[in-house]
């Protein structure tokens, strides 16, 4: 296939409530969408989960920008791909950059799925009809109003409840919403808000039946971690130090982590995203997958990716409606009874909600292949 042009848009969305975590609060979402064109005029979309502020990574809406347009497009423009996987390889000798790569990655994925009339589920070799999914509920003013909002989802049938967890509210926290939930699949994100002198606070949510505790060290350590595992009976499941399979092997086989969290654009792509998710199969080692507050592209290639057989844990793909007044997809994610049914169009397998998404596109950037390339289809 023959990448013709490429459309990045600067988008800008408007959350619904803020959402605050142990490094920052959320309410309005800058981010970028790239849609790339084949010479058979198919269609595919990818989302970079960057955010605004270099909090949860180094990388910036800014940098994936940088690279996408000065590195990653004139590369895709100029290459015959005849499979996804090809990009990564074609991105290989670029360093780091793993939401830029996964922004282009991703389109291309949804494009070569589209052109070979499957769903992204189906092109990489996932099978489930329905995925079960549970939300990540960020810092509360107290406990009360925390679990205020915990009971309406809750209700609404999501199948685990995430809370984030910063110094200061952790443990009295969680107590009180344990007590009041004793029966919810339960978790904690402390987004690596704690080092190894807070072992023995940590210890504390031991016994309180978590599910397991998301990345409480710091974003670049796997040395502690592991050390803090051989430690607490809750199993310590990593985000952001997970960047590729070599970093998912080494956290392994030093008992780092017992679960990871995969997030498709911090790996760097679908490609590498598989690759993790076979190796921790291999290994016993249950994977589910994260989210970064994604508008309706991002969350489609969340949900294709988990129809794989080891995503046995539910993830943090919520319905839109959970973010947004309006997403930029038709139809829009809907959660029923805490499952998504996977959609069974071709590619990501949801239409373009035109309208919103130019509402909310703040600058388009266009770059095309040279024509003559293009127009001989070479
Ligand atoms: O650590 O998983 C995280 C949101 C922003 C940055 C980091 C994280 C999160 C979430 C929310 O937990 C996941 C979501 O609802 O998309
Ligand atoms: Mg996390």
């Excluded at 996987?85 to 670029?94: K, M």
């Excluded at 092109?123 to 009971?151: C, P």
């Excluded at 704690?194 to 031991?206: A, G, H, I, M, S």
């Excluded at 947004?324 to 373009?352: C, H, Q």
């Amino acid at each position: 296939m023959k990448i013709t042009e490429i459309r990045i848009r600067k988008m800008k969305m408007m959350m619904k409530k803020p959402f605050s975590t142990s490094f920052g609060t959320f309410q309005e979402k800058d981010f970028l969408l790239l849609e790339a064109k084949d010479e058979l005029g198919n269609s595919g979309w990818g989302e970079s989960v960057a955010f605004h502020s270099p909090w949860y990574s180094e990388e910036t809406l800014e940098t994936n920008l940088h690279i996408i347009k000065d590195f990653l497009v004139p590369i895709v423009l100029g290459n015959e791909i005849s499979h996804p996987d090809q990009v990564s390889e074609l991105f290989g000798h670029l360093r780091k950059n793993n939401m830029a790569k996964s922004t282009v990655e991703g389109a291309i994925w949804d494009l070569y799925a589209k052109r070979n009339k499957m769903t992204l589920a189906e092109a990489l070799g996932g099978a489930r009809k329905r995925i079960e999914v549970g939300i990540s509920i960020g810092i509360h003013e107290n406990a009360d109003e925390l679990i205020e909002t915990v009971a309406g989802f809750v209700e609404e049938g999501y199948k685990r409840i995430k809370v984030k967890i910063k110094p200061g509210y952790d443990v009295d926290v969680m107590q009180k919403l344990r007590a009041a939930f004793p029966d919810v699949p339960m978790m904690a994100d402390a987004n690596s808000a704690y080092r190894l002198k807070d072992t023995e606070l940590l210890q504390k949510l031991d016994g309180l039946n978590l599910t397991m505790i998301e990345q409480p060290l710091a974003s670049d350590d796997i040395i502690d971690h592991a050390t803090l595992q051989a430690n607490l009976q809750t199993p310590i499941c990593l985000d952001e130090s997970i960047h590729s399979l070599e970093d998912t092997r080494k956290a392994v086989e030093l008992g780092s982590t017992k679960i990871i969290n995969i997030k498709i654009g911090r790996v760097g792509g679908l490609t590498e995203a598989k690759k993790i998710h076979d190796y921790c199969a291999e290994k016993g080692i249950p994977v589910w997958c994260g989210g970064m507050l994604e508008s309706g592209i991002g969350r489609a290639h969340n949900i294709a990716l988990t129809t794989l057989p080891n995503f046995t844990l539910p993830g943090d793909t919520a319905g839109s409606s959970r973010y947004w007044e309006e997403d930029v997809i038709s139809p829009e994610v809907v959660v029923e009874d805490g499952y998504i049914t996977v959609p069974d169009a071709y590619g990501i397998g949801y239409a373009i909600n035109k309208q919103a998404m130019d509402r909310f596109t703040v600058e388009e950037l266009v770059f095309q292949a040279q024509p003559s390339t293009a127009a001989t289809g070479q």
